[in-house]
Each structure stands twice: as structure tokens, then as C-alpha cells.
T-cell receptor, first 117, second 111 residues
Framework: GAGVSQSPSNKVTEKGKDVELRCDPI?????LYWYRQSLGQGLEFLIY????????KSGLPSDRFSAERTGGSVSTLTIQRTQQEDSAVYLC???????????????FGPGTRLTVL | EDQVTQSPEALRLQEGESSSLNCSYT??????LFWYRQDPGKGPEFLFT???AGEEKEKERLKATLTKKESFLHITAPKPEDSATYLC????????????FGRGTSLIVHP
């Protein structure tokens, strides 16, 4: 079946511009995560959606970052007024459910490489 | 605060030279420990989930083990195609289900 997809695969933007990154999770997966991965660094958690619950935004680094998940499926991560330090790979992951063993496994998309000039 | 430390940061092996990667963790009640493989330019790919101390799982040349403080990923007779970064993550019981990831071990297997 189809895995997690992300678009665009690469995005080059100028400092100060807004960008939108898209994630299509695996159909039926109720949980969706956004992470940021900088060169040589681990995965930095950004935001977590679970079903219809309010998202956990505790990882968002500033108010320039926001995310939505429409209809419990597709998610968009928006970065406003981009800065050079926002340059990184943005990864999206989905998982089936928060209940039961084996249901927390995360399936990752290929990522969007963001470069802010 | 949950913490995950992976060692070594980088490992170079000759083809066929078995070794182990370490993941030490601190968590307030373990729900699950995850191993992922990440190839350059790609997202992490799930390998194993371990839930309790003493548990072991195998897949081809990889074997993951778990104790109350750490997990090992044993690689037996590695091949060049095993070259990748291996990530470990832990998920705590209760509260947030957000996993904490280690920084990974970069493995290079030379032919």
C-alpha cells in the first residue's frame, strides 16, 4: 500500500518568505507527527495530531511555525517569515493508533528539504 | 525528562565483521523502544519495537535486545548494504505518546 508522502521534496526560499509543507499520511492512521532534522542532529519533535484531539504543539520552536490537519488526514506545516536557521529536513510520520501494542510504530515520509537563502 | 543516548556516534566495519550498537535510555516507565534505519536522503524506516526487558527480535542480520536501561542492535556479518544511520527512540507510559529519539549511529560497512 501507499506509504506516507510529503511534498515538495525540496524547497528553496528566500529569507522572510512563507512556506507550506504538505504531508499525506497512510490511510486510516489517526496519529500524525512532524519532526525537524538538521545536519548531524537528531529528530526534533515539532507537533503531534491524534484523531480529533487538540494537537500537541509543545515542540514548535516559535510562533512562526503552525500546522493544520484537515479531515483527520492531510497535514500542512506552515513556516512564516522564514529564517536561515529554519533550513533543515522536515519529516512527517503517521501511526495507526495510540492504543494497543504495535500501534505506535511510526511510518515516516521521505521528508522535505528546506533551504532558506 | 526522557533521554536517549546512542553510541558510538559512528562505526566503520569491514564486511563480515560483527558488532553492536548501543542505545541507553532514561524514561519514566517504558511503553516501547523503537529502532529505525535511515538511509541518506530518506525518512527513517521502522525495524523493531521492544516492549519489555529480556525481549529480543531479529530480522535478517539484525537482532535487537532490551534491558531495563539499554538496548543493543547486534549486526551479524554485515554487508555494505547495511550501511545507514540507525536511530533509537523510546516512548513513555502515560501522558504524551511522543517518542524521544537519540542522535543515531552512523554505520559504514566496507566491502
Amino acid at each position: 500500500g501507499a506509504g506516507v508522502s510529503q511534498s515538495p521534496s525540496n524547497k528553496v526560499t528566500e529569507k522572510g518568505k512563507d512556506v507550506e509543507l504538505r504531508c499525506d499520511p497512510i490511510s486510516g492512521h489517526t496519529a500524525l507527527y512532524w519532526y525537524r532534522q538538521s545536519l548531524g542532529q537528531g529528530l526534533e519533535f515539532l507537533i503531534y495530531f491524534q484523531g480529533n484531539s487538540a494537537p500537541d504543539k509543545s515542540g514548535l520552536p516559535s510562533d512562526r511555525f503552525s500546522a493544520e490537519r484537515t479531515g483527520g488526514s492531510v497535514s500542512t506545516l506552515t513556516i512564516q517569515r522564514t529564517q536561515q536557521e529554519d533550513s533543515a529536513v522536515y519529516l512527517c510520520a503517521s501511526s495507526p493508533s495510540r492504543r494497543g501494542p504495535g500501534t505506535d510504530t511510526q511510518y515516516f515520509g521521505p521528508g522535505t528539504r528546506l533551504t532558506v537563502l | 525528562e526522557d533521554q536517549v543516548t546512542q553510541s558510538p556516534e559512528a562505526l566503520r566495519l569491514q564486511e563480515g565483521e560483527s558488532s553492536s550498537l548501543n542505545c541507553s535510555y532514561t524514561v519514566s516507565g517504558l511503553r516501547g523502544l523503537f529502532w529505525y534505519r535511515q538511509d541518506p536522503g530518506k525518512g527513517p524506516e521502522f525495524l523493531f519495537t521492544l516492549y519489555s526487558a529480556g525481549e529480543e527480535k531479529e530480522k535478517e542480520r539484525l537482532k535487537a535486545t532490551l534491558t531495563k536501561k539499554e538496548s543493543f542492535l547486534h549486526i551479524t556479518a554485515p554487508k555494505p548494504e547495511d550501511s545507514a544511520t540507525y536511530l533509537c527512540a523510546v516512548q513513555a507510559r502515560g501522558g504524551s505518546y511522543i517518542p524521544t529519539f537519540g542522535r543515531g549511529t552512523s554505520l559504514i560497512v566496507h566491502p
